[in-house]
């Protein structure tokens, strides 16, 4: 019984942090990670070797899946694939008020 309610305890103290994800996380690893694998990301001829780049890609990929995504959802998707992976340098000007989006 306590090993039943030290694991009920421990799925509720979990789902916190599965909650804290961003809305570009979820929506990449809901909709891109099957396919799209950190490797892919770090390989030497990348497609994205800048911050619009990175947002053409994102759209690119989202629009041949027929995902439908807003602009904000491409936003968040670029942001998070940026601050986890490619570190470039965000240009655009909405990039400020679109937040951590967290």
Not at 2 to 9: F, G, K, N, Q
Not at 17 to 37: D, F, K, P, V, W
Not at 47 to 56: E, P, Q, T, V
Not at 83 to 95: H, K, M, N
Request: aromatic letters at 10%; proline letters at 2%; hydrophobic letters at 35%.
């Amino acid at each position: 019984m306590r090993t039943l309610i030290a694991a009920i305890a421990f799925g509720v103290m979990a789902t916190p942090s599965a909650m804290a994800q961003s809305r570009g996380e979820l929506l990449y690893t809901t909709h891109c990670i099957s396919c799209h694998t950190t490797e892919m990301h770090w390989r030497d001829n990348r497609s994205a070797k800048d911050w619009s780049g990175l947002k053409f890609q994102v759209r690119r990929w989202q629009d041949a899946s027929s995902l439908g995504w807003s602009e904000s959802d491409i936003q968040q998707v670029t942001r998070y694939l940026n601050d986890t992976i490619y570190r470039f340098e965000p240009t655009d000007a909405s990039v400020s008020s679109l937040g951590k989006g967290r």
